[in-house]
Nanobody, 113 residues
Framework: QVQLLESGGGLVQPGGSLRLSCAASMSTFSIRIMAWHRQAPGKQREFVASIRPGGTSNYADSVKGRFTISRDNAKNTVYLQMNSLKPEDTAVYYC???????WGQGTLVTVSS
């Protein structure tokens, strides 16, 4: 089974930055689309960003211009650089691939002053 381990979350003030990491234990990582999703309390899980094997990325409108997704195929790791953070970015962030694998515990990002 595929295992996804997110890390890098924490408490940050509005306008601050964080970099999230997701280590994926899958032999096919380099040919898979990887993505970040997030879920705030009481809300549905929502798409944040995705990246194709060749590096082409896609973002939700709410994070365009602020977040950058990247990947290191040699390390089987996908990253999410989060800049200009807003309180509404507060959520548990999860990584995954397509087709979806079981969700991990995610990493909590709290944006508050």
């Amino acid at each position: 089974q595929v295992q996804l381990l997110e890390s890098g979350g924490g408490l940050v003030q509005p306008g601050g930055s964080l970099r999230l990491s997701c280590a994926a234990s899958m032999s096919t990582f380099s040919i898979r689309i990887m993505a970040w999703h997030r879920q705030a309390p009481g809300k549905q899980r929502e798409f944040v960003a995705s990246i194709r094997p060749g590096g082409t990325s896609n973002y939700a409108d709410s994070v365009k211009g602020r977040f950058t997704i990247s990947r290191d195929n040699a390390k089987n790791t996908v990253y999410l650089q989060m800049n200009s953070l807003k309180p509404e970015d507060t959520a548990v962030y999860y990584c995954n691939t397509t087709p979806l694998t079981p969700w991990g515990q995610g990493t909590l990002v709290t944006v508050s002053s």
